[in-house]
């Protein structure tokens, strides 16, 4: 191995320097034949040992053997001497002692040839000895001419005096290596081995590093310009080594951060200044990260639409102009978000999946958006909101006609999937499937039912309101149970098909075209289908996923009302008090919170008064301000002139005249907001004679309508502080109501409340004190805890019956495929229940969500083996991420632009592999009977898979 050198040293020749590697290599090899001699003799040395050892321990036994037959003659002549016996008993002791004599010669023959051969064998073992002490000494002399010629390599190394080549113009030098154990890797050799080879580099780098004498400056630049040009090697070489260093990100890891922390990019800036003032370059530029986010988004015009639209704000509003946001193009959109999921392998594959692409398309309110958005199953976690893609979105309520509105574009897109039932991604052709989910409210509205109230409630079956709410204890069931078996139910309601939808879809539009007759649309005459679909209903209605989720939740918080209900029976005195509290404290709530949002809307409007102040300010200074399209206004300062048309549309704005300036076409003409008129104002009869500002001398110059507008926000404020002050009262009421709501209940509410709370259980104060998702399982995993509180009745009995067997159905309902021994298991449970439920409550009325639990989530689960990984869990939970994306573009006031980027940050995390930015949450493992027994244990897994844990102190058990 050679190395480049500079080096200013006596010079040394290159023969001489061979001659040395030659004595080495030679000196090696001698080494190494003496050694593999050194070896074998030893070997052999052991063997003659050994041999010698056996022929010992032979020839002990061969004397033994003589002396005893020496012996054994002695007295066969004794006794022949003095026998007394016949002579043929005389004769066989003759014959006797002839073959003692001949077995003792033959012995004494056998351990004179032993001595022979142990003689032999001491002098080879001499022999061997002697072998072995001469390869000792020359293993000593050699391993010391090794060494020798080791530090003659060594020392001729740094004085070899340059030997110059002439490659082109630059001059090139040798430097010898000796590699430990060259013919061995590095990534098998032993450390000292590598210990060694570590030495030799440091060497390397000294001579090439400086001339003479380099210095830890000279070594460290060296070595610096090495790594930063082989990023693959040192990085990976400093973790190895445990050595910690900050890298920096690629643009794809920071996007990740950001969305992980949902920072906006101002945020990320200050991030990268506090880093690089702490030698920490950690975040790539604003280039590189804009490039990045612009890849996971799908803002191009040509895909999507943002504009203002025509919607009602609540369900009883006159319409006005609200910011909508949808996809253009359905198909592009999902082969887009595919295509980079399989980029990403982030694409499981199942046998229930049929090498189909599964699409869940489903929309739902939450806080003050409604959003229709779709998953697509096959992908990792796809039930999570990083998973839900939003397809359209708007600042409004989910009433039918904004629904129909915002949502119409994708009846046709949807209808031509369904009917060619395939999906090409990356020029391969896949089999599609859509399924359709959400809440009930949604699924009901988006296929033109009319609901759970109505005469045939549900979606899927025929089944009348009245049969639900007369059972007289019969079983609800579609199956009956029959010598151990389960078997379908004869008298059972009738099943909707698709040929049931269009046909009373088809006598639903026949009776609105007949125009001859005012004609009442009635849900009795089309099985509750009064309205268009919104959206193509699938062929097989079983593509309309249950809603679990909502199915838990209104099940658990029906029958714990009625476990409140059971509680105020039993305090008696107190109850009617209690319950005319409650009342008024709900009054009071929605009070306030109708003060809260008026103070929102002063609010609202006291920014735009100062937003239009601030511009005719700058518009005085001679400041460019964007806009400029209302030039037409007569104003010295037109409030709107910095305003979009769509802006100037949503503040319904029209044009008034002066009857005295306006002489030509062009003049005269105001907008009715620069003057302080609504729109209907100036339509009235009596604005026919309108005089301007200028006109009667209220305005001379832009100063004046400064001053007005000044004057009209310094009136905006005082309303605000009026609003402040009535919603700071209506609270206080509030707040003084509930304590006297918790103050007036019995003992058997209080202690049922604080039971709830020592659970982990906290009431929603503001929202009629309903659950969440989280709750309801806490409830179900806690029944005998919470059912403390009631005395022993079958009441009692019962509703712990009901929550067990509640909970036994709501724990298969995981996002995941179930065996078919957990479909079977799934089915047994609901159909029993809804043997078991009228039997046990036989005044009680069957719940839609309850009918829906018992009849049509066990035939939707044996057709796709799930119904969790179906459910609508990623949608609920997306509002929360929205409603944290809005809050950082809270100062975003043009609400298109604001709506392009809080779906803009969405599109970024669902574009972004789950698994990369998933964060395993802080489980809580302190005991929940802590409160109550004083137990400071914490919970542990059952066992390994299992889906409960377990107190290490008390054994109390909970649901995971």
Known sequence: MTCAINADKPHVSIEQLNVVRLMLSATKNELATINCTYQKTLQQLQNKITDCENLQNQKEELNELHLKAIETIEQYRNDLMESTKTSQTIETLHSIIKTQEKDLDSLSKKVISLEEELQTAREDYQMQTNEINRLKAANTNLHQMKDTTYKMTRNIGPTLQAQQIRNKTRPTTFLPIALPHHNNPSSKASRQTLRRRGEQLNEVLNVISARTNPTATDL??????????????????????????????????????????????????????????????????????????????????????????????????????????????????????????????????????????????????????????????????????????????????????????????????????????????????????????????????????????????????????????????????????????WVKNDNWAESRTFEDYQQDLANLVAEEEDEGQNVRISGKDHHSISKRPLLPLPSDLLQIVPPSLHILLGLVVRHFKQIEDKCRQLDKGNVQGAEQLERSWNSNSQIAKQAELDLREAKDALEDELDILSSLQQAANGRVVRGLTNDACCMPLCKLRNCTPQEVDKKNVSWIRCIECGEGQTKGWFHSYCVGLSKEESESDDMDEFVCPICTNEVSGPNDVISLQEERVNAHKALVRDKEEDYSKKKKVLDATYDDVVERRGNFEKTLNDTLKKIGVQRQAYHSQCFVGNHCKIILANTEVLLDVLPNSDFKCNMIGLFKRLRAIFKLFKSDFLSDAEVRALCVRCWELGTWFPRKFPTDSIPPKMHMLVCHIPEFVQKWKTVGLLSEHGLESIHKDINSIERIYCTVRESQEKMRLVIGNHQQRSATNAAAIQVSPKEKKTCYTFEKTGCKGRYKLRFKGSEERVCGKCAHVISI
């Open 220 to 485: 460290i630049q060296t070595l610096a310009a090495f790594l930063r040009h082989h990023p693959d090697i040192a990085i990976p070489a400093c973790k190895s080594a445990k050595i910690r260093f900050a890298t920096e990100f690629d643009a794809k890891d920071a996007v990740d951060l950001k969305v992980l922390l949902r920072l906006p990019m101002t945020r990320m800036r200050d991030l990268r200044r506090f880093l690089s003032k702490r030698g920490v370059k950690l975040l790539p530029s604003d280039k590189h990260l804009y490039k990045e986010m612009s890849d996971r988004q799908y803002q191009a015009d040509d895909m999507v639409e943002v504009g203002v639209m025509d919607l009602k704000k609540t369900t009883h509003a006159a319409e006005t102009s609200i910011a909508f946001f949808r996809i253009r193009s359905l198909e592009d959109y999902i082969v887009s978000h595919i295509e980079k999921q399989m980029k990403m392998d982030n694409v499981r594959s199942h046998d229930n999946f049929n090498k189909e692409i599964w699409i869940k398309i489903g929309g739902d309110k939450g806080g003050t958006s409604t959003k229709l958005a779709f998953q697509y199953v096959n992908q990792h976690n796809s039930n999570s909101s990083a998973a839900t893609n939003i397809l359209a979105m708007f600042e409004a309520c989910d009433t039918y006609s904004n629904m129909e509105n915002v949502f119409g574009n994708f009846y046709t897109q949807l209808a031509e999937l369904q009917r060619r039932k395939t999906l090409t991604i990356n020029r391969v052709v896949y089999p599609l499937r859509i399924f359709y989910f959400g809440d009930t409210e949604f699924l009901c509205k988006t296929f033109g039912h009319m609901g759970p109230s109505s005469s045939y409630p549900c979606l899927w079956c025929k089944i009348q309101l009245k049969n639900l709410r007369n059972t007289n204890g019969q079983p609800h069931c579609p199956m009956t149970l029959k010598d151990n078996k």
